[in-house]
């Protein structure tokens, strides 16, 4: 038999090497970024066309390379930061594996220009998959300037697995302002498409990270500060109040490189124990200073996993130090256990609470609409069953009152009832426990209804269904809003904007990052509109990891928005018309996030509990 096993051509190896260190165009934008620093630059311009799926392009006034090192750049396992083994274990520069530049050059087209300042000409080269086309001196400025053209040209299959533009573009950005970050003291610009998203002069921390983040971020920070023996801790985090539903302004940097550790996650989390709303997740940038031979960096290609030789050290000074932080600017934990109103009275201009209900206002659909619905009058069949023989009980006092969803018939019309009024007059009076929960009387014990999980099902599908019939009403403002936002999210908002005024906003583009609220659906409460936007994008870029479509992507983050929260005191009537609202939806048993809207208690259990 024949020998099988040979080498690969070089070609072949560079496209293997390239799949684990290029994945798409940001992660050419993360080498090409840290090979500037590498070089000493002090001045970087990043420029991306299509999202970086026809050109990237890093320009840097950094050391330049001589000819030789130009062409030997491009080589696979070639590096000027490490000579021998025991270098892994002393890195302090971002890359050291030598496999970017020939990963790059074997899946696109590059152009090379480089020139070091005490030469007087530079050198050019260009190479298309792994071959150099050409090589020549040229004139051209110090510093070295890469132009990556035609991404995966040669690797059709590998161009296909790429998202749309808006999406490829804002993992560029993630990885841009990670580099940003991580060196405050460097000027560095974004264009994209010609238009410049980003000129970041070179600052300290703070003024960088406001600078990406928004203006509005100066107020929410904290200082962090702990020198060791074992490590140096700086940076900020964010005050408890502006927390978030998603984790994107969540940052660590070791010895200046950005690390994902979900062991440090925790630590930071639990420092913030007790003054966090639940689901909720807290601004932080971390550096941390520690010595090359504590730690392991050459674990992935990414160079985005770290090892610690004592990963528990680590842990608690980075809990006690973010604990300590909060605690100088007075953000800590009460201790009074009887006092669960506090909580929601600190974190009340956090989420969309609604009013408290008054006659001339509607907090949710109206049930009516959906009366004729074939599903209705199933799902109504259904649950009768389960409320059949319930004591009626007396509504008179409450004929009048407001109800979640309809306005309160004189004649006491309900949604659900039918000709003998076997379902919604049949039941007892429902109650609340601790503001949070609805206690419903079935047939065969009590139902226990979670409020808020109940009416964000409710009105997520009430949204759902409008986005499918087309646009919903608009509230017209009576004095516009301005709307700032970050770059990132402003590129989220311009590319969903069709969508969200469909949901009944009116929402007019106003320079590059900002925004004009012009009206907003009617069951938004005035003032709000600005607070609901930001947590619609918010959820939005949550679900958007989760690959969920978009219209039940706004649908999910508008009904999260604006439902009634947990701690808000509803009166019997407004009980009452939610449980009928859930049990007409579609599927009334989950929220959707996943919660369970209700349990029910069988009379046979509470019986053994009471008789073991």
Same mark, same amino acid.
């Given at each position: ?5 040979q080498?690969?051509p070089?070609?072949i190896a560079?496209?293997i090497?390239a799949?684990?260190v290029i994945?798409?165009p940001a !992660?050419?934008?993360k080498?090409l970024l840290?090979n ?12 991306v066309k299509?999202a970086g799926?026809?050109?990237?392009q890093?320009?840097?006034?950094g050391?330049? %390379?001589?000819e030789?090192?130009a062409r030997?750049s491009?080589e696979r396992h070639?590096?000027s930061?490490i000579?021998?083994a025991?270098?892994?274990?002393? +890195?302090?520069?971002?890359?050291f594996?030598?496999?970017?530049m020939?990963?790059?050059a074997a899946i ?9 300042m005490?030469d007087?000409?530079?050198t050019?080269?260009l190479?298309?998959a792994?071959?150099v086309?050409t ?5 051209c400025?110090q510093?070295?300037s890469?132009?990556?053209?035609n ?7 590998r161009r296909?697995?790429l998202?749309s533009?808006s999406?490829e573009?804002?993992?560029?950005l ?10 405050p003291?460097?000027?560095? !610009? ?8 980003f000129?970041l ?5 703070r003024?960088?990270?406001v600078s990406?983040?928004g203006?509005?971020h100066?107020?929410k920070l904290v200082?962090?500060g702990?020198?060791t023996? &074992?490590l ?5 985090v964010?005050?408890p109040?502006?927390?978030k539903k998603t ?5 660590f940097?070791?010895n200046n ?13 639990s420092a ?17 200073? +520690? ?14 996993e ?7 050290l680590v ?8 604990r300590h &932080?909060l605690?100088?600017?007075s953000i800590?934990?009460t ?8 909580f929601s ?14 006659? *001339?206002?509607?907090?949710?659909l109206?049930s009516?609409a959906?009366d004729?619905?074939p599903r209705?009058? !199933?799902?109504?069949k ?5 409320f059949?023989g319930i004591?009626?009980?007396d ?7 407001f109800?979640?969803g309809?306005n ?8 659900l009832d039918d000709?003998?009024g076997?379902? !919604?007059k049949?039941?007892k ?8 929960y609805?206690?419903?009387h079935i047939?065969s014990?009590?139902m226990?209804i979670?409020?808020q999980?109940?009416?964000e099902? +409710?009105?997520y599908e009430?949204y759902y269904?409008? %986005?499918?019939m087309?646009?919903?009403?608009t509230?017209?403002? %009576? ?10 999210d ?7 904007l069709p969508e ?7 929402i007019r583009e106003?320079?590059?990052d ?6 907003s659906p009617a ?6 509109e600005?607070?609901i936007i ?8 949550q679900?958007i ?8 992507s706004?649908a999910k983050?508008l009904?999260? *928005?604006? *439902?009634i929260q ?5 009166n ?5 018309e939610l449980?009928?609202q859930l ?6 048993y989950?929220s959707?996030?996943?919660s ?7 009379l ?7 008789n073991?």
């Open positions: 038999m024949a020998d099988i096993i080498l690969l070089d070609s560079n496209q090497a799949g684990e994945q798409r !992660s050419v934008v080498e840290e500037a620093i590498d070089a000493g630059s002090t001045h970087i311009r990043l420029l299509e799926k026809t050109l990237i890093v320009i840097d006034n050391c330049g %390379m001589t030789t090192d030997m491009l070639a590096t930061k000579r021998k025991e270098d892994l274990f002393a +890195i302090r520069t971002m890359g594996r030598g496999e970017a020939a990963s790059i696109a087209q590059m152009e090379l220009k480089t020139r070091r005490e007087e000409l530079g050019k080269i190479v298309e792994s071959k086309k090589q020549e001196s040229c004139q400025s510093g070295t890469i132009s990556v053209k991404l995966f040209f040669n690797v059709p299959a296909n697995f998202k533009n999406r573009l804002k993992h560029i993630d990885e841009f302002q990670r580099v940003a970050i991580a060196n003291d460097i000027f560095f !610009s974004l264009h994209h498409n010609e238009n410049e998203m000129h002069p070179a600052g300290n921390l003024q960088r990270i990406i983040f203006a509005g100066n107020k200082p962090v702990e020198d023996d &074992a140096k801790l700086r940076g900020y964010g005050k109040e502006f927390a984790r994107g302004e969540q940052l940097f070791v490189r950005f690390i994902k550790s979900n062991y440090l996650n925790h630590a930071i989390m913030y124990e007790g003054v966090l709303a639940k689901d909720t997740f807290p601004l932080y940038v971390i550096f941390m200073e +520690i010595d090359p031979a504590r730690i392991d960096i050459n674990v992935h290609p990414t160079k985005q770290i090892k610690f030789d004592d990963e528990r842990y608690n000074y980075l809990k006690v130090a973010v &932080a605690g100088q600017y800590t934990p201790l009074d256990f009887d006092q669960e109103v506090s009275k600190q974190f009340q201009n956090q989420v969309p609470i609604p009013p408290q209900p008054q006659k *001339s206002e509607k907090l949710v109206q009516k959906n004729d619905d209705h009058e !199933s799902n109504k259904n649950w009768e069953k389960m059949e004591k009626d009980f509504q008179a006092d409450e004929e009048k009152s109800t979640i309809s309160w018939s004189d004649d006491n019309e309900q949604t000709e003998s076997s379902f !919604s049949s039941q009076k429902p109650s609340q426990i601790h503001n949070r609805i206690v419903s047939k014990g009590f226990l979670d409020q999980s109940a009416h099902r +409710i009105r009430h269904k409008a %986005m499918g087309g646009k919903m009403a509230q017209q403002i %009576m004095f516009p809003i301005n709307l700032e936002l970050p770059v990132v402003a590129e989220i908002l311009k590319e969903i969200v005024n469909n949901l009944g906003f009116d106003f320079g590059a900002s925004f004009v609220i012009h009206g069951d938004v409460k005035a003032g709000k600005q607070q930001e947590s619609i994008l918010e959820q939005h870029k679900n990891n989760l690959k969920v479509d978009l219209r039940e706004l983050s009904a999260l *928005s604006t *439902s947990r701690g808000q005191e509803l019997a009537i407004e009980m009452q449980i009928d049990f007409a939806c579609e599927v009334p989950k959707p996030t996943g369970s809207c209700f349990i029910t208690f069988e046979d259990e509470l019986i053994k509990r009471f073991p």
